[in-house]
C-alpha cells in the first residue's frame, strides 16, 4: 500500500439479528449493518482489490438502519462529538449508554427514510397529515377556523338573498298612464290597513310577502306598482317640518365638502333630518355627524324621520343602519361648552344668518377644511361676505354656486288615435292626411312591435313641463392659515 493510497467505501446490506442484554432485559429491533472493505492501487493485484481478508463487522449495532443522508451516492449525516469519539475507541469497552444512544438515533434515521419514502410514492399530498407529536389542538383550531369562515359566507348569502316586503316597512306606490305619472304615494304597510287612492284600493295584507317591484291590481283593475324607495326618495316624501336641502343640493354639498368614511362633521339647522341622513350614510359607521337645531318642533321631526328610516333600513336589509347622528337641541351661537374638545372634518351650515355663528364654528374646524353654507336669498350671501370682511376670521370665499336640474321628455311619436307614426323615406311625398283606421284590430298591428321594427318610429323629446326651480345657493369657505 503506497501513501497515495485511495480507500472508497462501499456498502452491502447484511441483515443480523442481535440481541444486547440490557438492564431491562429489552430485546432490540431487528437492525441493518454495513461492512468496509478496503481497496486501493497497490501492484499486488490487477484490479486494485486488497487480497488482504474481509473486514470483520464490528460486533455492535454501531452503523444500523441506514438512511438516505448516509448511503455511498448520498451526502452522510454529520457526526456529532460522541460519536466522533465512540469511534476512535475499542468497539468492546463501549457502554450501554452508548449503544442505546446509537440504537436510538438510528430508529429515527429509519422512520424519517420511510415516511419521505412513502410520500413520492403515493403522490399524495400529506400536507394535512400530522405526526403523532402534534397535539390535537391544532386539529381544533383549524376546524374552528373553517366553520368560522363558513358561517360568515352563509350570512353573506342570507344578506344578499331578496327579501319580501313585509309589515313595517315603508313602501313607495306608483301608477302611470300612457307612460306619464299620475299618483305616487309613500306609505307605512301595516296589518289590516288599505292603501286607498282615486284610481283604487290595494289591502295592505295582498301587499306583504311580494318581492319589490310587483304590480298588483287596484279594485278598480288599475296596475298599481309597488317598490322600496331609495334615500334620495325617502328624504322627498317624508313628513316636514321645514323645507328640506334637496337632494340635488345635498350632493353638491357633499362632494363641496369632501365627506368621507370616517369623518367628523358638524351640522347646523337639522330641519326635517333630510341633510342629516345623507351625512350618515356618507360618513358610515366609524364616522359621527354632530347635528344642532334651534327650534323644537324642527328638532324632534328630525329625529323621527331619522328613526323611521332606520327601521325600515333593518327591516329591507336586515341589518342595523349606523347610529352615527347625534341630534342637540339649541343655539349654534352660543354652543361653545358643546363644541369643546371636539373638532370637525368639515361644516355644514343652514341657518338664517350663519355669519353670527361662524365665530365659535371655525376654531373647530381642521386647516384647510370645507365649511358648506346652504342660503335661500342672495342677500344673505351678501350679508355673509360683509361679516366675513369685517372679521379677522381665516376664512376665503371660494365659490357661489346654484344647482339646477332640468328633466325632459322622451317618447314615440303617437297620432290621435293611440298608434305610432311612421317614418318616410326622403324619396316619398309628405301626405297631411293619412287613411283612417277602421277597426282595433288594425291599430293593435300598428302599435305591435312587430309591424314597426326597430328604427321605424320616430321619437320627440321635449323638457318636461313642469320644472324644479329654484332651491338654494351654495357658498364654499375655506379655513386657512394666515
Known amino acids: 500500500m503506497t501513501q497515495r493510497l485511495a480507500r472508497v467505501c462501499t456498502t452491502y446490506l447484511r441483515q443480523q439479528r442481535q440481541s444486547i442484554k440490557h438492564a431491562d432485559n429489552r430485546l432490540t429491533p431487528t437492525v441493518w449493518t454495513c461492512g468496509l472493505k478496503g481497496f486501493g492501487t497497490s501492484p499486488k493485484s490487477s484490479d486494485g482489490d486488497d487480497d488482504g481478508p474481509e473486514a470483520p463487522a464490528p460486533p455492535g449495532p454501531a452503523f444500523?438502519?441506514?438512511?438516505?443522508?448516509?448511503?455511498l451516492f448520498g451526502r452522510r449525516r454529520s457526526l456529532s462529538p460522541l460519536e466522533r469519539v465512540s469511534q476512535l475507541l475499542p468497539q468492546d469497552s463501549l457502554s450501554k449508554e452508548v449503544w442505546e444512544l446509537r440504537e436510538s438515533k438510528s430508529l429515527e434515521e429509519a422512520e424519517t427514510e420511510e415516511q419521505s419514502q412513502k410520500g413520492p410514492v403515493t403522490g399524495e399530498d400529506h400536507s394535512d397529515v400530522q405526526s403523532p407529536r402534534d397535539d390535537g389542538g391544532d386539529v381544533d383550531a383549524q376546524d374552528a377556523l373553517i366553520q368560522g369562515e363558513e358561517t360568515q359566507e352563509q350570512s353573506r348569502r342570507t344578506r344578499a338573498m331578496e327579501?319580501?316586503?313585509?309589515?313595517?316597512?315603508?313602501?313607495?306606490?306608483?301608477?302611470?298612464?300612457?307612460?306619464?305619472?299620475?299618483?305616487?304615494?309613500?306609505?307605512?304597510?301595516?296589518?289590516?290597513?288599505?292603501?286607498q287612492s282615486n284610481w283604487g284600493v290595494i289591502p295592505h295584507q295582498d301587499i306583504a310577502g311580494r318581492p319589490a317591484g310587483t304590480v298588483l291590481r287596484t279594485s278598480l283593475g288599475l296596475p298599481m306598482l309597488l317598490r322600496r324607495p331609495s334615500l334620495e326618495e325617502f328624504t322627498l316624501f317624508m313628513r316636514r317640518g321645514p323645507a328640506i336641502a334637496y337632494p340635488k343640493d345635498a350632493s353638491a354639498m357633499l362632494m363641496m365638502m369632501d365627506v368621507s368614511e370616517?369623518?367628523?362633521?358638524?351640522?347646523?339647522?337639522?330641519?326635517?333630518?333630510?341633510?342629516?341622513?345623507?351625512?350618515?350614510?356618507?360618513?358610515?359607521?366609524?364616522?359621527?355627524?354632530?347635528?344642532?337645531?334651534?327650534?323644537?318642533?324642527?328638532?324632534?321631526?328630525?329625529?323621527?324621520?331619522?328613526?323611521?328610516?332606520?327601521?325600515?333600513?333593518k327591516l329591507r336589509r336586515g341589518e342595523d343602519w349606523p347610529d352615527n347622528v347625534h341630534f342637540h337641541h339649541g343655539d349654534l351661537i352660543n354652543s361653545a361648552?358643546?363644541?369643546?374638545g371636539r373638532s370637525f372634518n368639515s361644516v355644514?351650515?343652514?341657518?338664517?344668518?350663519?355669519?353670527?355663528?361662524?365665530?365659535?364654528?371655525?376654531?373647530?374646524?381642521?386647516?384647510?377644511?370645507i365649511c358648506a353654507v346652504y342660503l335661500a336669498n342672495v342677500t344673505q350671501i351678501i350679508d355673509l361676505l360683509e361679516g366675513l370682511r369685517c372679521s379677522s376670521l381665516p376664512l376665503v370665499c371660494e365659490r357661489?354656486?346654484?344647482?339646477?336640474?332640468?328633466?325632459?321628455?322622451?317618447?314615440?311619436?303617437?297620432?290621435?288615435?293611440?298608434?305610432?307614426?311612421?317614418?318616410?323615406?326622403?324619396?316619398?311625398?309628405?301626405?297631411?292626411?293619412?287613411?283612417?283606421v277602421s277597426t282595433d284590430e288594425e291599430k293593435e298591428e300598428?302599435?305591435?312591435?312587430?309591424?314597426a321594427p326597430f328604427g321605424s318610429v320616430p321619437y320627440i323629446a321635449r323638457p318636461h313641463p313642469e320644472q324644479l326651480g329654484h332651491t338654494a345657493f351654495l357658498v364654499k369657505l375655506r379655513k386657512i392659515l394666515k
Open 446 to 451: 300598428l302599435t305591435s312591435s312587430k309591424q
Open 337 to 340: 361648552p358643546l363644541l369643546a
Open 163 to 195: 327579501r319580501m316586503m313585509c309589515f313595517g316597512e315603508a313602501l313607495l306606490a306608483e301608477y302611470r298612464r300612457n307612460r306619464r305619472l299620475q299618483f305616487r304615494k309613500m306609505f307605512q304597510l301595516q296589518e289590516g290597513m288599505k292603501l
Open 64 to 71: 444500523s438502519h441506514l438512511s438516505r443522508g448516509s448511503s
Open 400 to 436: 357661489i354656486i346654484e344647482v339646477q336640474y332640468r328633466d325632459w321628455l322622451l317618447g314615440p311619436s303617437l297620432k290621435k288615435d293611440g298608434t305610432f307614426n311612421q317614418r318616410r323615406p326622403m324619396s316619398e311625398e309628405n301626405v297631411d292626411s293619412e287613411e283612417d
Open 262 to 313: 370616517g369623518d367628523s362633521v358638524l351640522e347646523s339647522g337639522s330641519g326635517s333630518g333630510a341633510m342629516s341622513l345623507f351625512l350618515s350614510r356618507a360618513v358610515g359607521s366609524r364616522g359621527s355627524v354632530l347635528s344642532v337645531e334651534v327650534r323644537e318642533d324642527h328638532h324632534k321631526r328630525s329625529v323621527l324621520n331619522y328613526q323611521r328610516w332606520r327601521s325600515t333600513w
Open 348 to 369: 355644514a351650515l343652514d341657518m338664517v344668518s350663519p355669519h353670527l355663528a361662524l365665530p365659535s364654528v371655525v376654531p373647530h374646524l381642521h386647516n384647510g377644511a
